[in-house]
């Protein structure tokens, strides 16, 4: 199976998971438990479709699930998405190696610290440390200076092809930050939780609302659709506003 069928394949066909407990307050909305949900124009299962799985997918889209993978680059690469449930890339940038043990360095300080450090002696740290820190960072700024004037690099994202792409002249360290997303609310921030609910209301209301707006009814009972949606309207800005107010650029650093 190709990654894109895979990834297509899992989307349409992985259930939503949520607790009782959660899915009992997205319901409170409309009643529950004076009103059961088998009550309502639309079934649990339809209910994960079109109101959960919308939920989750755009909070995963304000706060992706974070994995960290560093991976050693020289000249053209690519790199592809690791999982299916990896939708982008939050963060990827060149490490420097600098300060890495029996690496020399500009500085005599530095090197005699490293070799210290390899060989298991105190010269370079704690009391010994001899303003080592101070000659670490002054050999990071020289270090990156060179890469920034010798050094030719590019980071570059392609959805479609799920795979981070790039070119680097000299060999390097890319780490990578990968935003995965879930179908599982056990996997959303618990100080987020109670806006994913009122977020699933929100949408759980609209759906209800269109639903009775597009019948004819004969009995007589009429539903207040202006105050559903109203509610809805409430609830999903609630929730989305707050998310927006944390959300971050992507950072590519090439």
Do not use: C
């Not at 390899?118 to 010994?128: C, K, T």
């Amino acid at each position: 199976m190709s990654d894109s069928a895979a990834v297509r394949d899992y989307y349409e066909k992985t259930p939503v998971s949520i607790s009782d407990v959660d899915r009992h307050m997205i319901y409170s909305e409309m009643g529950w438990p004076v009103v059961s949900p088998e009550d309502l124009e639309i079934g649990p299962d339809d209910v994960d479709e079109v109101v959960l799985r919308p939920a989750l997918m755009d909070y995963f889209s304000y706060f992706p699930i974070k994995t960290v993978q560093e991976v050693e680059v020289n000249s053209n690469y690519s790199i592809p998405f690791p999982n299916v449930t990896t939708v982008s890339v939050v963060d990827a940038r060149i490490v420097p190696n600098s300060g890495v043990a029996n690496v020399p360095t500009l500085s005599p300080f530095m090197n005699e610290r490293n070799w210290s450090i390899a060989a298991g002696g105190l010269f370079g740290q704690g009391q010994y440390d001899m303003d080592m820190m101070e000659a670490k960072m002054m050999n990071r700024k020289y270090i990156q200076a060179t890469q920034n004037l010798l050094v030719a690099k590019l980071v570059k994202v392609d959805r479609n092809k799920r795979t981070l792409t790039g070119f680097m002249n000299a060999p390097a360290v890319l780490r990578i930050t990968w935003a995965d997303y879930s179908l599982n609310v056990d996997d959303v921030d618990f100080q987020k939780r109670r806006d994913l609910i009122k977020l699933a209301k929100a949408y759980l209301l609209r759906t209800i609302a269109m639903i009775r707006g597009q019948q004819n009814s004969n009995t007589g009972m009429d539903f207040s659709i202006e105050t559903l949606m109203s509610r809805a309207d409430h609830l999903e800005e609630e929730s989305l506003g707050r998310w927006k107010s944390f959300a971050k650029p992507i950072v590519l650093r090439g």
